[in-house]
C-alpha cells in the first residue's frame, strides 16, 4: 500500500502529505510555551517536579537504609508461614502462573501480553538480593508460564483444552485455599493463619471477589424481579450495606458474630474477615451486576421467549452471560479496592502487609524506618493496582464497552 | 372469552400456574429469610442470657469517663450520648472539610489533565495514577506517622509561621476569633445583611430571568452581604471580634484554635486520594461535552473563560454530579479510618464506649443507624440538586 502511494507521488509529481514529526522546538512552543500563562505554568510544574525528584532521590539514595526490606522481605510477604511449608506458597503460585501461560497459549491476545509481563517479574525479581534458594523459585514460575504456553499451543483448537481450562481456573481457586491452608489427613493445617502477611492482602480480595461474584449475580437479578417481596429485601441488603463504612463492618464481625451465632461454632478471625468481606462486596458486586442486566436491550429477552427458552433459562443462557462480559471492567475495578480495602484486616489483628510493618517498626533495630517500609508497600500495591488498571482498560477497549 | 378462561384455568394445574407460583416463592422466599434472622436473633438471646446482659439504652445516661481531646466542649464526667455526639459531630467537621478540600484538588486536577500544557497534564496524570493505586489506609499512616510524627518538631520548638501559626507534633495552632460584649449586637448587622443578600439574590435571579441571560447572581448578593457586616463593624462601639493568639506556655499552646495531627492527616489524606478520583470524574465531564459546543461559542466570540464557565461547565455537571455524590458518600464513610490514627470520630467514640460499657449490640446499631442516616441524608441532597440540575435540559 505503502510503496503503490510512493510510485503514485513520484509519477504525477503530487506533493507527499506532510511529515508527522514535529520539529522540537515547534513542538516546545505548542506545548509548553503557548502563551505566557502557559509558560508560567510550565516553570512552575516543572520546579515541583525536580523538587519532588531530587529530594526522593537524594533520600533514597543516601539517607534510606533499605536493608530493612530484603531482611524482613519474607515476613513482609508470607508473615509467619513456616519455612518447611514453604513449597505449598510456591506450588500456589506455580499453579496461577501456569494457567496464565496455559490460557495464553490457547488464546493470544490480551491474556498474552498479561503472561509475558507475568514471565518477566521473576527475572527482574532475580536482581535483587535473596538468597539463591528464593532466586531458584521465582525463576521457576517463568518456566511455569513457558510450560503452560507450550501446552497451551498444543492445545489449540482442541475442543477438550478449552474446557480444561474453564475447569483449571475455577480448580485452582479452592485448591490454592486448600493447599496453603492444609487438609486434614493430607497436608498439615498451618496454624497462626492471621499472620500471613501480604498473602492475606492477595487471598482477602481474591476471596472476596470469587465467593461475592455469585451472592452478587443473584442479589442484582433480586433487586430486578418482578416479585416484591425479593425485590424488597434485595434492594434493602444492598443500600444497607452501602451505607455503612467496611470498617464498622469488620467491628461488628469481632465483636457481634460470637453473639449471633451459637456458642459451638466460633470462627476465626481469617474466617471473619473473609465472610465480612465477602458481603460487602457482594453488594456492590451487585449494583456492578445490575448495570451490565439494565444494558441489554429488551429484544434479547423477547427473542429468547420466542424461540421458546423459559425465564429461568433466558436469564442463565442469553442475558447473564452477555451483562457479565459487558461489567469486567467495572468487576475489575471492585477487585482493586477491595485488594486496597484488605489493609483494613488490621483493625481486627490480623496482620496483612500494613499491620504486619506496624509490628517491624516495634522491634527496635528497625525504629525509624517508617518511611522505607511505608514507601515499599506503597509500591507493591500501586504496582499491581496500576497493573490491573491497566489490564481493565485494555479489556474495555478489546469489549468495545465504550462505543456500544 | 368467559368460557376461554375457565377453561384455561383448568387446563393449568396450580403447581404451573404463575400467579400461584409467584405468591408461593414469595412466601417461601420471606418464611426462609425470618427462618434465618429469627435463628441470628435467637442465638443472640441465649448468648446475652448466658453472659447476664439484656438490651437497653439506659447505659447512655451514664457518666462516659474517658477523655475526648478535640471537637465540642467535652469533660469526661459528661454521659455516653453527649460523648457519641462528640464523635459525630467531628465526624461531620471532617467530612464536610474534606469535601470541600478534594472537591477544589479534584476540579484543579482534572481540569489540569486537560491542559494544552504537556507538562500539567502529565503532572496531573502522575498525581491521578500515584494516589488511586495506593490504599488510602497507607497513604493515612504515611502522612501521620511518617510525616507528622516524625518529620515535624516538637512542641518546644514549633515551626512558626507569619501570623501566629505555629505547626508542631501536636499539630497546627492558628490564631482564633473569639465573640466579644458587642458580638451580640454585630451579629443582627450580619442577620440583616444575610436577609438583604438574600433579597438581592432573589430580585437580581429574577430580572436575569426576565432577560433570558444565565447566571447566578452570587457576587452581588455577596457584596450587598460585606457592606452591611463592615458597616456595623464601624457603627457598633468596641470590636465585636478580638483575635485570641496561641501562646506557648510551660508544655502545650494556649489559645487560639488548634488542629490536630491526626484531624490534620486525615483531612488531607482523605481530601488528596478522594481528589484523584474526583479529577478522573471531572476530566469525563468535561471530555462529554461535544467539542462543537466548544466551537460554537468561541464563534460566538466568548472569551475562554467564559466558555468553561458558560457553556462547557453546565453541560458538564450533569455528567459530573452523580459519580460526585458517591465520591462524596465515599469520603465520609471512609473517615471512618480515623479510628486508626486516634482521632475521635462518631466509629472511635463508639468503640470506646462499648470497651467501656461491654454493650456490643446497641452500640453497633448507634454507629450502623449514624453513618446509614448521613449516606441517606447524603444522597438525598445530591438526588434533589440533581434533579434540579436535570430541570435545565430540554
Known amino acids: ?404 | 372469552m368467559e368460557k376461554r378462561k375457565v377453561v384455561s384455568s383448568h387446563a393449568i394445574p396450580f403447581w404451573r400456574d404463575i400467579r400461584v407460583l409467584r405468591v408461593v416463592s414469595q412466601i417461601v422466599f420471606l418464611v426462609a429469610i425470618a427462618a434465618g434472622i429469627w435463628w441470628l436473633l435467637n442465638n443472640l438471646q441465649t448468648n446475652l442470657r448466658n453472659s447476664g446482659l439484656s438490651i437497653t439504652f439506659r447505659f447512655l445516661g451514664d457518666t462516659a469517663g474517658f477523655p475526648i481531646s478535640e471537637g465540642l466542649t467535652y469533660d469526661p464526667t459528661n454521659v455516653n450520648v453527649y460523648a457519641f455526639l462528640v464523635g459525630v459531630v467531628n465526624t461531620i467537621r471532617v467530612a464536610v472539610i474534606g469535601i470541600v478540600l478534594a472537591t477544589i484538588i479534584g476540579t484543579l486536577v482534572g481540569i489540569s489533565r486537560l491542559s494544552s500544557n504537556w507538562l500539567v497534564r502529565r503532572l496531573a496524570a502522575l498525581y491521578v495514577e500515584t494516589v488511586r493505586n495506593i490504599p488510602l489506609l497507607v497513604q493515612l499512616f504515611f502522612w501521620y506517622f511518617a510525616v507528622m510524627l516524625t518529620a515535624l518538631p516538637l512542641v518546644k520548638d514549633s515551626i512558626s509561621l507569619p501570623g501566629s501559626i505555629y505547626l508542631s507534633r501536636r499539630g497546627l495552632y492558628l490564631p482564633s476569633l473569639v465573640p466579644t460584649a458587642s458580638f451580640s449586637v454585630w451579629l443582627w448587622f450580619l442577620l440583616g445583611g444575610l436577609a438583604l443578600a438574600i433579597v438581592v439574590y432573589v430580585l437580581r435571579r429574577a430580572q436575569l430571568k426576565r432577560a433570558d441571560r444565565p447566571g447566578i447572581p452570587i457576587g452581588w448578593a455577596a457584596i450587598a452581604l460585606v457592606l452591611v457586616a463592615v458597616a456595623g463593624w464601624f457603627i457598633v462601639s468596641g470590636n465585636p471580634l478580638s483575635i485570641d493568639l496561641p501562646v506557648l506556655k510551660r508544655f502545650n499552646f494556649e489559645g487560639g484554635l488548634w488542629l490536630s495531627t491526626p484531624f490534620a492527616s486525615l483531612v488531607l489524606g482523605l481530601a488528596m486520594y478522594t481528589g484523584a478520583f474526583i479529577a478522573e470524574i471531572v476530566r469525563a465531564g468535561i471530555l462529554a461535552v461535544s467539542k462543537g459546543q466548544t466551537e460554537a461559542a468561541k464563534a460566538l466570540g466568548l472569551r475562554k473563560a467564559l466558555v468553561l464557565r458558560l457553556v462547557v461547565m453546565p453541560q458538564a455537571l450533569r455528567v459530573i454530579i452523580p459519580p460526585l455524590a458517591s465520591q462524596y458518600l465515599n469520603l465520609t464513610k471512609n473517615s471512618s479510618l480515623a479510628i486508626l490514627i486516634g482521632y475521635y470520630d462518631l466509629l472511635n467514640v463508639g468503640t470506646t464506649i462499648f470497651n467501656q460499657t461491654g454493650r456490643a449490640v446497641e452500640m453497633i446499631l448507634l454507629i450502623m443507624g449514624s453513618y446509614l442516616t448521613m449516606s441517606l441524608f447524603m444522597s438525598l441532597l445530591m438526588n434533589l440538586y440533581n434533579r434540579r440540575i436535570k430541570l435545565v435540559e430540554r
Not at chain 1, 73 to 78: A, I, K
Not at chain 1, 90 to 98: E, R
Open chain 1, 1 to 404: 500500500m505503502a510503496d503503490e502511494r510512493r510510485t503514485l507521488h513520484e509519477v504525477k509529481g503530487v506533493l507527499p502529505p506532510p511529515s508527522e514529526r514535529i520539529p522540537v522546538l515547534r513542538w516546545l512552543k505548542q506545548n509548553l510555551f503557548r502563551s505566557w500563562f502557559n509558560a508560567i505554568l510550565t516553570v512552575v510544574a516543572a520546579a515541583v517536579i525536580l523538587v519532588v525528584v531530587y529530594g526522593l532521590l537524594r533520600w533514597a539514595l543516601t539517607e534510606a537504609r533499605w536493608e530493612v526490606i530484603p531482611t524482613n522481605l519474607r515476613l513482609l510477604l508470607v508473615g509467619t508461614y513456616p519455612l518447611e511449608q514453604m513449597w505449598r506458597v510456591w506450588a500456589t503460585i506455580y499453579l496461577v502462573v501456569f494457567l496464565f501461560g496455559f490460557s495464553s497459549g490457547l488464546r493470544g491476545g490480551l491474556i498474552r501480553r498479561v503472561s509475558a509481563g507475568v514471565a518477566a517479574v521473576p527475572i527482574v525479581l532475580t536482581v535483587l538480593p535473596l538468597p539463591w534458594g528464593t532466586r531458584g523459585w521465582i525463576l521457576g514460575t517463568a518456566a511455569a508460564v513457558a510450560v503452560g504456553l507450550g501446552l497451551g499451543y498444543l492445545g489449540k483448537g482442541n475442543r477438550w483444552s478449552k474446557r480444561l481450562e474453564t475447569a483449571g481456573w475455577l480448580l485452582s481457586f479452592p485448591i490454592s485455599i486448600l493447599l496453603l491452608n492444609g487438609v486434614g489427613g493430607f497436608l498439615p493445617v498451618v496454624e497462626g493463619r492471621n499472620k500471613w502477611g501480604f498473602m492475606l492482602n492477595l487471598l482477602g480480595a481474591v476471596v472476596g471477589i470469587g465467593l461475592s461474584l455469585p451472592v452478587g449475580v443473584l442479589l442484582a437479578l433480586g433487586r430486578r424481579s418482578k416479585l416484591p417481596a425479593i425485590r424488597l429485601v434485595c434492594t434493602a441488603y444492598i443500600e444497607l450495606i452501602r451505607g455503612v463504612p467496611l470498617i464498622s463492618l469488620l467491628f461488628m464481625a469481632s465483636i457481634m458474630l460470637q453473639l449471633l451465632l451459637p456458642a459451638n461454632i466460633r470462627p476465626d478471625l481469617v474466617i471473619r474477615a473473609m465472610m465480612t468481606i465477602t458481603a460487602f462486596s457482594a453488594a456492590y458486586m451487585a449494583e456492578n451486576v445490575r448495570g451490565g442486566l439494565q444494558a441489554i436491550p429488551k429484544g434479547q429477552y423477547e427473542a429468547a421467549y420466542a424461540v421458546g427458552l423459559k425465564g429461568m433459562l433466558t436469564t442463565v443462557l442469553i442475558i447473564l452471560p452477555q451483562a457479565l462480559r459487558a461489567v469486567i471492567p467495572a468487576i475489575v475495578g471492585q477487585f482493586i479496592a477491595l485488594f486496597k480495602d484488605t489493609t483494613l484486616f488490621g483493625f481486627i489483628a490480623i496482620l496483612e502487609l500494613l499491620n504486619i510493618s506496624r509490628s517491624i517498626l516495634g522491634n527496635l533495630e528497625w525504629r525509624g524506618r517508617i518511611f522505607e517500609l511505608y514507601v515499599f508497600i506503597g509500591v507493591v500495591f500501586w504496582i499491581l493496582c496500576y497493573t490491573m488498571s491497566y489490564v481493565s482498560r485494555r479489556i474495555e477497549k478489546t469489549l468495545g464497552v465504550g462505543e456500544r
